[in-house]
């Protein structure tokens, strides 16, 4: 099974340095929890910031920009987080600063406001603001060691595969992008995996997201941005179904813990 989507990075090369989800990821941001809200959207101020950020990445900018970071984008996060409905809480939100101690890249902070919400059950939603908007995001970004396995396994079944497949084309049928995530696809078949193996290009995967963009200003800045996000949501369910049953959430933390 061959698809056109799968190459592509459709979390954006930022995202990295936010979520680290299905490794089991570390958060050291505040908790929101399902409330009222008064979200409004995203004023016009919010993503200028993070295009400010992107030309002047020094804690001068961060410092001096600081009423326009609470006010426009952090703000308004909390607010649309805490109407998302319960099955879908809490949220935990990154913080803006990065951790650079096993990072090459030094910059002091990301190039967006993110959140994410695992599923005991393994599987994420995740939302983040940047220069370009508001992205949107379901799956699994990266898979831990224990859960590839699982998965492996699973996409071995062809039945299983199969139904993979079609969870697949209802999200790209409703209008999600299908990509692996933040890990690269193997080049080729996983060891001990035929090259000819019937489901090879979904053996080859080591996450697997469906996404979509906001990037409207005027939509942005409306409430209606709400009904787009949980539209994203819904439309990935058939991926994370799929992710929950077959795969898990991962047995083990991985990798280094952010400093808080």
Request: aromatic letters at 6%; one cysteine or more.
């Amino acid at each position: 099974m061959v698809r056109s989507g799968l190459p592509r990075r459709t979390c954006g090369a930022g995202t990295r340095t936010a979520l680290v989800a299905g490794r089991g990821a570390w958060f050291a941001g505040p908790v929101v929890q399902e409330g009222e809200s008064g979200f409004t959207g995203f004023p016009p101020e919010a993503t200028a910031f993070f295009a400010g950020l992107a030309e002047d990445g020094s804690r001068r900018y961060v410092t001096e920009h600081r009423a326009v970071l609470d006010r426009a984008v952090r703000a308004p996060m909390a607010a649309l987080l805490a109407t998302v409905p319960g099955p879908l809480q809490p949220w935990h939100v990154f913080r803006l600063n990065r951790d650079v101690r096993f990072s090459a890249d030094k910059s002091p902070y990301k190039p967006q406001h993110g959140a994410v919400h695992e599923s005991p059950r393994g599987s994420i939603a995740y939302v983040h603001l940047d220069a370009a908007g508001l992205l949107v995001a379901t799956g699994a970004y990266v898979l831990s060691r224990d859960q590839l396995a699982r998965y492996r396994e699973a996409v071995d079944d062809d039945a299983v595969a199969t139904a993979l497949g079609d969870a697949l084309d209802a999200v790209e049928q409703a209008g999600l992008e299908v990509g692996p995530g933040g890990a690269q696809p193997l080049r080729t078949a996983p060891r001990g995996v035929d090259r000819d193996h019937p489901h090879v290009e979904l053996m080859r995967l080591k996450g697997l997201v469906a996404s979509t963009r906001v990037t409207d200003p005027v939509r942005l800045a409306s409430p209606g941005v709400r009904d787009d996000v949980l539209a994203a949501f819904a439309a990935g369910a058939p991926l994370t179904a799929w992710l929950d049953r077959h795969v898990g959430p991962a047995e083990h933390r991985e990798g280094p813990r952010p400093r808080p």
